[in-house]
Structures are given as C-alpha cells and as structure tokens.
C-alpha cells in the first residue's frame, strides 16, 4: 500500500479548495517553490502507481522547469525530501491531481505543509521549517525531514522574488 493518496478523493468541484486547501495562485510561494510541487506531486503520483502512461516522464519536467544542467540534480534533492517525508509519516500523504490543471490549481493541507518546510528552510527559518515538519509528520521524529530540505535548499538558493511569506502566514487566521 502507498503512502500517498491523490486529493481527488475529496468530493469537491475541481478547481475550488475544499476544507484546509487553498489555491496555489497568491499562496505567496515563489516560483521555485511551485516548479518544486509540480515535479513532487509527478514524484508521489509515480510512488502511488497512479501515473497515468500518458503522464509526461519526471525527469523530463524536471529538465524543463530548472534547466538541462540543474534539472537532474534538483530531481534527485526532490525525490531525497519526498522519500524522507514519507518515512517520516504514518498516515497517508494527500496530493492533488497534477494531471488535471483545475485539480492542479489547489495545495492541499499536506502539501502546504511541505512546501512551506521547504519556504522556511530556504530562508534560514529553521524553526519555522520544523513547526509545519511536526505538523506533517504528527510529531513525529522530524530530523531527517529538516536535513533533506535543508539539502534541498542548499541546491535552491533565493531570487528576488522570493521574499514574501507563504499566504498562510500572511493572511488572516495564519500559521
């Protein structure tokens, strides 16, 4: 049995977040961030054996989205922090369906999580980085899930447009 679930299980009209899910558009992730979950949600739709034989090829999106020279090693940190998040887990990962572009539009709750992980560990914000780690992991051991994104980010360093808090701390009612 995989770890990961798609988020199309939920019922909901596509496109439209349901309960704890927002809208990826003004999620207040950079665009690193976002190429990053396109080519995880290829990851977990690969590990959850629900690639679809028309999906495009991971490693080829990979290329596409950082460039022929960084694509395969970014690939490789990628699939490092998906893999250690899913050990870190004991319940199932929810990931909306990046085959669908309406499904695609929406973060769900894990995935939020995870990227504002990643967020936080790219800007130093260790701290923060491990609050939404234990949310995701259910308090569990977190470490190795810190060191993956902290190697990731290593590989992923800022640009100007990265300087804005993820949507969920910005808005009212955030994390």
């Known amino acids: 049995m995989s770890a990961f679930r798609g988020a199309t299980n939920h019922v909901r009209p596509c496109g439209q977040p349901g309960p704890r899910e927002r809208l990826l558009a003004g999620s207040g992730f950079d665009n690193f961030e976002i190429r990053a979950l396109e080519v ?36 490789a940190g990628l699939t490092a922090f998906v893999q250690t998040m899913a050990m870190s ?3 199932n990962f929810r990931y909306a369906n990046p085959f669908c572009a309406g499904c695609a539009a929406v973060v769900t709750e894990n995935e939020l999580h ?11 914000a260790t701290g923060r980085a491990m609050t939404y780690a234990l949310f995701l992991c259910d308090a569990r051991p977190v470490a190795a899930l810190l060191d993956a994104a902290a190697d990731l980010a290593s590989l992923a360093p800022l640009t ?3 300087t804005l808090p993820p949507a969920a701390e910005r808005g009212a009612g955030g994390r």
């Open 40 to 75: 995880m949600r290829l990851i977990f739709a690969g590990m959850s054996k629900t690639r679809p034989r028309y999906a495009p090829d991971t490693v080829m999106v990979a290329h596409t989205l950082f460039g022929c020279h960084r694509g395969g090693i970014l690939l």
């Open 89 to 91: 887990r004991s319940e």
């Open 114 to 124: 995870l990227l504002s992980i990643l967020h936080h560990s790219r800007r130093g």
């Open 160 to 162: 100007a447009d990265a």
